[in-house]
């Protein structure tokens, strides 16, 4: 049985719920999930928990042929969802990953290699200058990594290629599964090329750890507009395994690249578990957006 990669995308930013599509949404995951959502302050969280849960469900619906309403999705302790059905040992290697920052959602998964992606908005720091947002950052990357960003030309791109950096090296954390109290220093990013267009799919960046080129990694990187940076990190499943190198290093032609998905299409696999609750919605429509922020800085 063959898959292949999965790239999603979902704009939650730009969703604003009906009232027929947020019970809908709330039918399709578990209880559980359903009112850890519901506890959310803001409806711009609720509506990321939402869609990170879906695209999790039409994954493995889709991919491992489980029927969306016999998915048992549990979490580490670490906070991470994790399939608890049974899958054939020919698909005991699939993984997936999401990530969801800015406007959109993503999920990235994976048939044999590991897998980590994540999306990052690029913004001006909330408070005080750019530079002085770098020094408190200063630890988080290498001098080369701080050569490049800094050199990037105006507070914006330079602001830019700091948010790139980011989801790459988030990435890597996340597909290995470390986490807090990892040494983001160890790893460098030598990023290639330099400028990523719109929907462009990259694989030149290269990562170092600990000084050495790991040539057993692959970073594909897009930006999905103009103002969001995806960066997905692949790489060999841990135990022995066969050569991966051809599916590491495709032909450019072969990358795959992120489609992003409508609430329907988010849905075409679903099966309701859960009878509609109307006080769902009412919870859902009496809250603000997100905080309220300061006037956005001019580009």
Request: hydrophobic share 40%; glycine share 4%; charged share 25%.
């Amino acid at each position: 049985m063959s898959m292949e990669s999965v790239r999603w995308a979902f704009r939650y930013g730009a969703w604003s719920p009906t009232r027929v599509e947020w019970l809908l949404a709330a039918r399709c995951v578990q209880p559980e999930e359903k009112d850890r959502i519901g506890q959310f302050i803001y409806t711009k969280d609720a509506k990321a928990a939402m869609v990170g849960r879906l695209l999790i469900r039409k994954v493995i619906a889709e991919k491992l042929h489980i029927p969306w309403n016999e998915i048992i999705l549990q979490r580490t302790a670490k906070g991470k969802p994790f399939l608890t059905n049974s899958v054939p040992s020919m698909l005991s290697t699939f993984n997936f990953n999401i990530s969801h920052q800015g406007d959109y959602a993503v999920l990235a998964a994976e048939p044999v290699l590991q897998v980590g992606v994540d999306v990052m908005k690029t913004s001006l720091p909330a408070r005080g200058s750019v530079p002085e947002f770098f020094r408190i950052m200063k630890r988080q990357f290498t001098d080369l990594e701080w050569d490049v960003i800094k050199s990037s030309g105006s507070e914006w791109e330079q602001m830019d290629m700091f948010h790139r950096h980011w989801a790459l090296k988030e990435s890597f954390i996340k597909a290995v599964g470390v986490g807090v109290g990892f040494n983001l220093q160890r790893i460098e990013f030598h990023v290639s090329p330099l400028l990523i267009n719109t929907e462009q799919v990259c694989k030149e960046t290269a990562m170092f750890l600990d000084g050495e080129h790991e040539e057993e990694w692959a970073f594909e990187e897009t930006k999905l507009d103009n103002d969001h940076h995806v960066a997905v990190a692949l790489g060999k499943p841990t135990g022995s395994c066969p050569d991966h190198s051809e599916v590491l290093l495709p032909e450019s032609k072969n990358i795959p690249q992120f489609t992003t998905l409508s609430f329907h299409e988010l849905l075409t696999v679903a099966i309701p578990m859960t009878p509609e609750d109307p006080a769902y919605w009412d919870c859902f429509s009496s809250k603000e957006e997100s905080p309220v922020c300061q006037t956005p800085v001019q580009k």
